[in-house]
């Protein structure tokens, strides 16, 4: 079975830009969590999805968006970029989000603002 | 709230000997999961081990083990018999039993270096 895949693995762009990053869920996954890891502030949860609906949200501004379709694919979106949300974005997948479930990583994202 | 702490922030071990990583937590449940987890240069969060808070036998995984302290907030992870492979960082999670909440709280890491 194919783990979580997330598209591009590196990602240059510009202050002012935005961006959309993909993750592609393990086949059966319905729930998707994103994940911001930078050296300052470590690994910060960014929000997550289950069955197409966006269940729970961290502590980011709304220029941080996400989306979820049906086939339980993800994308998150960042728009007017800062130099500060240079990063690593990890996605998650997990099987129900239930108790039990244990959460899959993918690859990530690297994500640098210039 | 809930908060990881990890004090060590690099840590060292020869190989094929033993080393523990140490994880404090602060909540106000009485119900919840935690992880440690591995994430080696590839950059791909590992699943290394899970303790849910209602079983009081701690958790093992092959040379993997915990040592968890409900009353004391405190999960630790020992490695035995430390290979090359091991090292990585380390991150210690919590996440809350209530249905649905996937929600990851991350400690900082912990550095682990495996000299041959």
């Known amino acids: 079975k194919a783990g979580v895949t997330q598209t591009p693995r590196y990602l240059i762009k510009t202050r002012g830009q935005q961006v959309t990053l993909s993750c592609s869920p393990i086949s059966g996954h319905r729930s998707v969590s994103w994940y911001q890891q930078t050296p300052g502030q470590g690994l910060q949860f960014l929000f997550e999805y289950f069955s197409e609906t966006q269940r729970n949200k961290g502590n980011f501004p709304g220029r941080f968006s996400g989306r979820q379709f049906s086939n339980s694919r993800s994308e998150m979106n960042v728009s007017t970029l800062e130099l500060g949300d240079s990063a690593l974005y990890l996605c998650?997948?997990?099987?129900?989000?239930?108790?039990?479930?244990?959460?899959?990583f993918g690859n990530g994202t690297r994500l640098t603002v210039t | 709230a809930q908060t990881v702490t990890q004090s060590q922030p690099e840590m060292s071990v020869q190989e094929a000997e033993t080393v523990t990583l140490s994880c404090t937590y602060d909540t106000s449940e009485s119900d919840y999961y935690l992880f440690w987890y591995k994430q080696p240069p590839s950059r791909q969060m590992i699943l290394v081990i899970r303790?849910?808070?209602?079983?009081?036998q701690n958790a093992t995984e092959n040379r993997f083990s915990v040592n968890f302290q409900k009353a004391a907030k405190s999960f630790s992870l020992k490695i035995s018999d430390s290979q090359l492979g091991d090292a990585a960082m380390y991150f210690c999670a919590y996440r809350s039993a209530i249905q649905g909440a996937q929600k990851l709280v991350f400690g900082q890491g912990t550095r682990l270096t495996i000299n041959p």
């Open positions: 998650a997948s997990s099987l129900e989000g239930s108790d039990n479930s244990p959460l899959h």
């Open positions: 303790q849910e808070a209602y079983k009081q």
